[in-house]
């Protein structure tokens, strides 16, 4: 089946320090990226779409500066979560489909621990 | 704006039993329906895919249904097993806004007992 790769799955980093998130589709072309964030017990809380080429599409409330997010090909999409500080610590999962018919598919998500 | 509602939050059951997952969704106007299931720790993983037009899908041991109209999904899973411990989320894909992103529900608990 599709699958889609996160890395790295652990991030633990002083407050200050911008951190990269990188989601690549290995076996399928990718024309939309998802990014997620999830808390604790929680369901997943959409972040930003992004489509191959184009600028991403942040949710409301959703800090573009803080969170930067490029989808330069149909296989790679990077977020980066800039001077990230304790309250960004979260986990953060990727996700991708083909076409808006086809399914999406999960990343194994990125736990992030600013300290 | 959609809502997505399953019930149970949680449901614990012994091995061997069947079992129905509940899915609500206040907006019919949707474009397909995604069940996943997701291990601690873990991101999701895909298990069914419904589309407005289809009334169910099947895969193995799992059984999903669609009634738009109602706006209501179902899981079932036949004959449980251990290693079905998870949580389940269904995902509704609306067509209101003019996006084709999901709306996730709030996931059933699901331990299935030895």
């Known amino acids: 089946g599709a699958v889609v790769s996160q890395h790295p799955s652990r991030v633990i980093c002083k407050s200050g320090t911008s951190v990269k998130i990188e989601c690549r589709s290995l076996?399928?072309?990718?024309?939309?990226m998802f990014w997620y964030r999830q808390f604790p017990k929680q369901s997943l809380m959409l972040m930003a779409t992004?489509?191959?080429?184009?600028?991403?599409?942040?949710e409301q409330g959703v800090e573009k500066d803080k969170f930067l997010i490029n989808h330069a090909s149909l296989t790679l999409s990077t977020l980066t979560v800039t001077s990230a500080h304790p309250e960004d610590s979260s986990f953060y999962i990727c996700?991708?489909?083909?076409?808006?018919?086809?399914?999406?598919?999960f990343g194994d998500g990125t736990r992030l621990s600013i300290l | 704006k959609q809502e997505v509602t399953q019930i149970p939050a949680a449901l614990s059951v012994p091995e061997g039993e069947n079992l129905v997952l509940n899915c609500s969704f206040t907006?019919?106007?949707?474009?397909?329906l995604q069940w996943f299931r997701q291990d601690p720790g873990k991101g999701l993983t895909s298990l069914l895919l419904?589309?407005?037009?289809?009334r169910e899908q099947t895969s193995g041991r799992l059984n999903a249904s669609l009634d738009k109209s109602s706006g209501r999904s179902t899981l079932y899973i036949a004959a449980s097993q251990p290693g079905d411990s998870a949580t389940y989320l269904c995902?509704?894909?609306?067509?209101?806004?003019?996006?084709?992103?999901?709306?996730f529900g709030t996931g059933t608990r699901l331990k299935v007992l030895a």
């Open positions: 996700s991708a489909r083909g076409t808006v018919d086809q399914p999406q598919h």
């Open positions: 076996d399928f072309q990718a024309t939309t």
């Open positions: 992004s489509n191959e080429g184009s600028k991403a599409t942040y």
């Open positions: 907006d019919s106007a949707i474009y397909n």
């Open positions: 419904i589309q407005s037009s289809q």
């Open positions: 995902a509704v894909m609306s067509t209101t806004s003019g996006t084709y992103k999901y709306i």
